[in-house]
């Protein structure tokens, strides 16, 4: 290892990243576009949905119903028919996602004490915004037919007790965006010589395997860094997410989170000598897994066994687990020691093979 | 011309299909990809960890016990014997949820006052903690309303009944709608990241200065660029029709009009990879503004959370998204039977989008290239 062979390939790769503009610019822009996406964007609660009607009783029961739907947030009256073709069509066009279909005698049979039955019929295309709006209709025509509740609820929601989605957004993004960029920027920088035959010249040079290691991945973890201090900045001060536990127990995690993102890159740099396959390659173990397969949107407990399993092997559900932990629950080392065992140990098995890896090809 | 252009896409054909890691990796995604995320994406939660505890250990408190032990929605996953040890279990991320059913919860409701229980919800995933507390609720209830049926005298009136029927989607589960957004997400990564990628590798290593002294045109290199994506991601969506037989999607649609539009959205995506060549001067520039025009698309077109969910600012810039169209197109098709009829409104915009991409492209080659 010599010190003035790092830094002479430490200050080659850094100035070759500073004169890519686009490629700069791309990774310090992105985190924050994803960040406003997902900030403002990310919300399975519908707001005003189009309401279709076919009221064949017209008794003032069946319009007090359509008005305790139009009074809610969650329904708008977008159209009314007269016949069930006219709900079927509309469905098809997807000009209303709910219809209310209220049958003839539905007054007169509530009269008689007989057991009434209206029909809602939802577009299920998109299964969980359908679902939502089902169980409000369900609780909307409940609460037009009071029974004195027996039972009642006092529900607490904890560490985030306005369930805005934000706040935990926000810190799995943490985990997704450090997946996103650096394992593919530092998979391209490698890469890259490969395809330009210019790493053989690295080979024949008297730099070492691990100082060109060095000074390779030390700037794409740099910017791996900014990119995380940019999205905690935005998310804490913009979106103004509460910190409930210790921001040095966050950015320690983080650092081993990032040391772990750019050991793929490297790993996924091993694999293959072409830029494409290597950018095709980090989609599919790196970005899709952390953005699907890590608890960020999509909850683990409810994938089959096997599933929980394959999420197991990719890293950032460790570390988003914790990253939500520290800031949310305000969780300290003694609850999360698993994860953080299991991050530096998954990064230093990524680092050996890679290391490995790249070494049989160096000597 | 004809020749020329024959020999030139003779030549893109041969390199495409040469490439077999590619041809994997575009098959994985079109296929055990689009498996995976369908067995096991869904916001759907069920089986959720709850931990119960039941400080009145009476029949009744046991019966509101079994009751969320029975449905789906809740697994009970620890019976702490106080309220500190259901705090731990949150904590610690054990449970998600927890019941506590109080002492004298029997002895209240025998005197016909509300008894009361308390719901904790771990809303560190909101989503799940918003339908973790309203199945709560909903089993609440029914209970409520089932043992104040059995009880209740004369002046019990059967309820208002509702029959709710999901159209389209029977069992109302995500399902269906991954496995299509899922072919829809591969056939846009395919087609704008390939022909990006094979123009900018051309620059890079120097030919397309060599195309450039041939009579070759702008107009000949953009369609036999364009025209082996084209093919291939059409080609690639019969195993996708195989996997959405497999996961019994139905074709309630015609297949032709399925494919022909399948094609015009292939058509934008191509263009926006061929947008990208055209500003990129490396593949490594390529790839990452590949990437950077990708993630908004994908993000504007309701595949991750519905349009209707965000702010009128982003539902009006969904509208260049041809993603979010092409899912109202395949949904349509595929699940609601739907034809040119219903559907023109996308095709339309399809097509100007795409038309829109080209001309960009066009107008930046031009520059280079003639």
Same mark, same amino acid.
């Given at each position: 290892m010599n010190a003035r062979r790092i830094?002479?390939?430490?200050?080659?790769?850094?100035?070759?990243?500073?004169?890519?503009?686009?490629?700069?610019?791309?990774?310090?822009?992105?985190?924050?576009?994803?960040?406003?996406?997902? &900030?403002? @964007?990310?919300?399975?609660?519908? =707001? %005003? *949905? !189009?309401?279709?009607?076919?009221? +064949? $009783?017209?008794?003032?029961?069946?319009?007090?119903?359509?008005?305790?739907?139009?009074?809610?947030?969650?329904?708008?009256?977008?159209?009314?028919?007269?016949?069930?073709?006219?709900?079927?069509?509309?469905?098809?066009?997807?000009?209303?996602?709910?219809?209310?279909?209220?049958?003839? &005698?539905? @007054?007169?049979?509530?009269?008689? =004490? %007989? *057991? !009434?039955?209206?029909?809602?019929? +939802? $577009?299920?295309?998109?299964?969980?915004?359908a679902n939502l709006l089902g169980s409000y209709a369900r609780a909307i025509v409940a609460a037009a037919d009071p029974v004195p509740p027996a039972i009642e609820v006092?529900?607490?929601?904890?560490?985030?007790?306005?369930?805005?989605?934000?706040?935990?957004?926000?810190?799995?993004?943490?985990?997704?965006?450090?997946m996103a960029f650096p394992p593919l920027l530092t998979a391209l920088a490698i890469v890259r010589e490969k395809e330009s035959g210019s790493i053989q010249q690295v080979f024949v040079s008297p730099l070492s395997?691990?100082?060109?290691?060095?000074?390779?991945?030390?700037?794409?973890?740099?910017?791996?860094?900014?990119?995380?201090?940019?999205?905690?900045?935005?998310?804490?001060?913009?979106?103004?997410?509460?910190?409930?536990?210790?921001?040095?127990?966050?950015?320690?995690?983080?650092?081993?989170?990032v040391l772990c993102t750019v050991g793929l890159g490297l790993l996924v740099s091993t694999l293959t000598g072409s830029q494409l396959i290597a950018m095709l390659l980090a989609l599919i173990i790196t970005l899709m897994p952390s953005f699907l397969f890590s608890g960020f949107l999509f909850p683990i407990f409810t994938m089959p066994y096997a599933l929980q399993l394959y999420t197991a092997i990719f890293p950032a559900r460790y570390f988003i687990d914790l990253s939500r932990g520290v800031v949310l629950k305000g969780a300290a080392l003694g609850d999360l020691w698993l994860n953080l065992v299991l991050?530096?140990?998954?990064?230093a098995a990524v680092f050996a093979l890679a290391v490995w890896r790249f070494r049989k090809k160096v000597a | 011309m004809a020749v020329r252009l024959a020999g030139l896409l003779a030549k893109e054909m041969i390199q495409f299909f040469r490439d077999r890691v590619m041809l994997v990796l575009i098959l994985w995604l079109y296929t055990v990809e689009v498996v995976i995320c369908t067995v096991a994406l869904s916001f759907a939660v069920h089986d959720l960890p709850l931990a119960l505890v039941d400080l009145d250990h009476s029949p009744a408190s046991r019966a509101l016990a079994t009751a969320f032990a029975a449905g789906d929605a809740f697994r009970v996953t620890a019976r702490p014997a106080s309220e500190t040890g259901a705090t731990a279990a949150l904590q610690a991320g054990a449970a998600r949820a927890a019941l506590i059913i109080p002492e004298h919860f029997t002895r209240r409701l025998a005197r016909g006052e509300p008894a009361e229980v308390q719901l904790l919800v771990d809303g560190s995933n909101s989503t799940v903690a918003a339908q973790a507390r309203a199945y709560a609720l909903e089993i609440v209830e029914e209970h409520a309303r089932d043992q104040a049926y059995r009880l209740g005298g004369p002046a019990a009136r059967p309820p208002l009944g509702v029959a709710l029927r999901?159209?389209?989607?029977?069992?109302?589960?995500?399902?269906?709608?991954?496995?299509?957004?899922?072919?829809?997400?591969?056939?846009?990564?395919?087609?704008?990241?390939?022909?990006?990628?094979s123009i900018v590798r051309e620059r890079e290593i120097g030919t397309l200065e060599q195309l450039r002294v041939t009579p070759i045109g702008t107009a000949e290199l953009f369609i036999a660029k364009t025209l082996p994506t084209l093919l291939m991601g059409l080609l690639a969506v019969f195993p996708s029709l195989l996997i959405a037989r497999l996961f019994d999607v139905p074709l309630a649609g015609s297949l032709g009009l399925f494919l022909a539009y399948t094609a015009v959205f292939l058509g934008s995506a191509i263009g926006l990879g061929v947008l990208v060549a055209a500003i990129a001067r490396t593949l490594q520039q390529?790839?990452?503004?590949?990437?950077?025009?990708?993630?908004?698309?994908?993000?504007?077109?309701?595949?991750?959370a519905p349009v209707e969910s965000m702010p009128e600012?982003?539902?009006?810039?969904?509208?260049?998204?041809?993603?979010?169209?092409?899912?109202?197109?395949?949904?349509?098709?595929?699940?609601?039977?739907?034809?040119?009829?219903?559907?023109?409104?996308?095709?339309?915009?399809?097509?100007a989008i795409g038309t829109a991409l080209y001309a960009a492209a066009w107008a930046v080659f031009r520059r280079e290239f003639e």
């Open positions: 830094a002479a390939m430490l200050g080659k790769e850094s100035r070759e990243i500073l004169r890519d503009p686009i490629t700069l610019g791309v990774a310090l822009a992105m985190p924050l576009i994803m960040l406003l996406l997902f &900030g403002y @964007a990310i919300s399975l609660d519908v =707001r %005003e *949905a !189009p309401l279709g009607v076919l009221d +064949l $009783d017209r008794s003032p029961l069946s319009r007090q119903l359509v008005r305790q739907f139009t009074d809610t947030e969650y329904f708008a009256l977008a159209e009314t028919y007269t016949e069930l073709g006219g709900v079927e069509e509309a469905l098809r066009r997807g000009s209303v996602k709910l219809a209310l279909v209220i049958p003839r &005698g539905l @007054a007169r049979e509530r009269q008689r =004490r %007989e *057991a !009434p039955q209206m029909q809602i019929l +939802l $577009d299920g295309t998109y299964s969980a915004t006092r529900t607490r929601v904890w560490y985030n007790p306005s369930l805005r989605s934000v706040n935990d957004v926000v810190p799995g993004l943490f985990g997704v965006i450090l395997g691990p100082e060109f290691l060095i000074g390779k991945l030390l700037p794409y973890g740099l910017i791996a860094f900014l990119q995380i201090a940019m999205v905690m900045a935005v998310g804490f001060l913009w979106f103004q997410v509460p910190m409930a536990g210790s921001l040095s127990l966050l950015l320690a995690a983080g650092g081993v989170y991050l530096i140990a998954y990064t | 999901s159209w389209y989607n029977p069992a109302a589960d995500l399902e269906r709608f991954t496995v299509l957004s899922m072919i829809a997400l591969a056939a846009l990564m395919v087609g704008v990241i390939h022909p990006a990628a390529a790839l990452l503004l590949a990437f950077f025009g990708l993630f908004p698309l994908m993000f504007l077109s309701g595949t991750l600012f982003l539902q009006r810039a969904s509208v260049v998204s041809p993603l979010r169209h092409y899912m109202d197109v395949i949904l349509g098709i595929f699940l609601k039977g739907a034809g040119l009829a219903e559907l023109w409104p996308q095709g339309l915009a399809l097509l």
